[in-house]
């Protein structure tokens, strides 16, 4: 999959030199990178928000994915854009306890805890499906 050219060179950079510096694999590059990266999103996206009040929540997983996406840079839809499927749990850490935090998974946004799940689940994995949401909305 295309990456921006910066992301690119910087991607080889880190590869270069944590392979020669640690023999790393390729292969746990690219997940330490998509960790990296998600350090990023998370870090520009709580530098700029405070969580919002429950008159404001999101009820929907729609609603919430038009909400992330429409706040989204493009260099961050890219990455989530050009992340496979399978690679998305990487941000679960980082980018899911923002979205938790942000919408109040935690603080008793059950409406949108059920449109992620269709029943009642843990705040870890309806923000999971939020996620998975906001990529495929990203794949179109």
Known sequence: MPRTSASSSLFRWFCRMHYVSFHIPRKSLRMLWIAAVAVVLVGQA??????LPPE???L????????IVGRMT????????????????????????SIRNYYGLRRGNRKLVD???????????????????VWTELQK
């Not at 929907?60 to 909400?67: C, F």
């Not at 992620?116 to 996620?131: G, L, N, R, T, W």
Request: aromatic share 4%; charged share 30%; net charge negative.
């Open 46 to 51: 709580r530098a700029e928000e405070v969580d």
């Open 56 to 58: 404001r929540w999101p």
């Open 60 to 67: 929907t997983v729609t609603d919430a994915v038009k909400d």
């Open 74 to 97: 493009p260099e961050n839809k890219a990455i989530v854009k050009n992340t496979s499927k399978s690679d998305l749990i990487m941000f679960h850490h980082g980018w899911g306890t």
């Open 115 to 133: 449109s992620a799940c269709h029943k009642p689940c843990h705040p870890d994995d309806a923000s999971m499906v939020i996620i998975e949401a």
